[in-house]
């Protein structure tokens, strides 16, 4: 008799069988092979060795974490925008996990919210605290995060966690931890990467960034909303976010192709100074410190004509083509009984 193996979806807990998985990818990264498995239950997309590689965030797998580690950035995404727009609170205790360089608290602060956050990037947080004057910021898990407010009594009227769940090994505790630091009837709200674009379909000749070790979940908007209602959540409202700014990407891949990680590499090479120095940074003459602003200046200014160069391209390329957004932003309401 053969023996078949399974294994269970991580978020409905649906068997499936080992040998029933899609496609297979080697990371450049860590050199692991990870393989992609579809939920027929829930509609879920995963990749298995399913297993956070927290050095990926420290280590800047991705120019996204280089661009928070250093503060450079003040524009708001077009998740964040979502929630400023559709969010039916303008005040109270809001948490957001995965809170990265604090663009999105500082701007809930100041709208009316009592803003904390957390992020196992410490880089990330260090950056709210000096750049972004954020207080109750925190590098450490949720798991953690969790003890620290039971001691102290702490329960939020809103949790955010945008871009965070597709990096989840464990959703389904990520979730029920969520929903005890919600007050009762609290709110969520948050995005995650819409596997039914165009765009997502697509981008895996140019782009390495939706695949592991850095997103290991792969949601569709049904999806989404069964995860929410599998988890005591109504008044759920889940909407498509398309914007031409997610083809920049596209064309930058496409077009400078190889030459891509040689130019990423010299626009950050401007702005890391020796490692010898940086241990002794308090120590900084004016003169280095001064050279350094001017280093993040040319890169901000870099990365602006970059984007500016592809936004016409992406423009058009959005007008003609008729998919979905690339991104899913999704907001709901806890019963009152958890």
Partial sequence: MFKFFYINCPICGK???????????VSDWNKKEYKLYHCPSCDLQWWEPLKIELKFYEEEGDEGYAVFHLGLSEALSENHKMFFKH????????????????????KAKETGFEVWGIDFDRKSVEVCRKKRGLENVYAMSL????????KEGLKFDVITFFEVLEHQDRPREFFEKIKELLKPGGWIAGSVPNRESWYTKKRWQFSKGDFPPNHFLRFSIE????????HNFHTINVIDIKTARSFIWFWQHYLLKGYQKIIRKKLLKTLHLDKKEDKKSEKFT??????????????KGLLYIRDVIFITLSKIMMYFIKSEGSGIYFQAKLSDDG
């Avoid at 068997?15 to 990818?25: G, L, P, Q, S």
């Avoid at 039916?88 to 604090?102: E, I, N, T, Y």
């Avoid at 004016?286 to 890169?299: D, E, F, L, P, S």
């Fill in 15 to 25: 068997e499936v069988e080992a040998k029933a998985y899609r496609e297979t990818y």
């Fill in 87 to 106: 969010f039916p609170l303008k005040s109270g205790r809001l948490l957001d996990v995965g809170c990265g360089d604090g663009r999105f608290l500082k």
């Fill in 143 to 150: 798991e953690e995060f969790s003890e620290l407010a039971k």
């Fill in 223 to 230: 999806a989404c909303k069964k995860f929410l209602l599998d």
């Fill in 286 to 299: 004016n003169n280095i410190k001064r050279q350094n602003k001017i280093n993040h200046k040319i890169y």
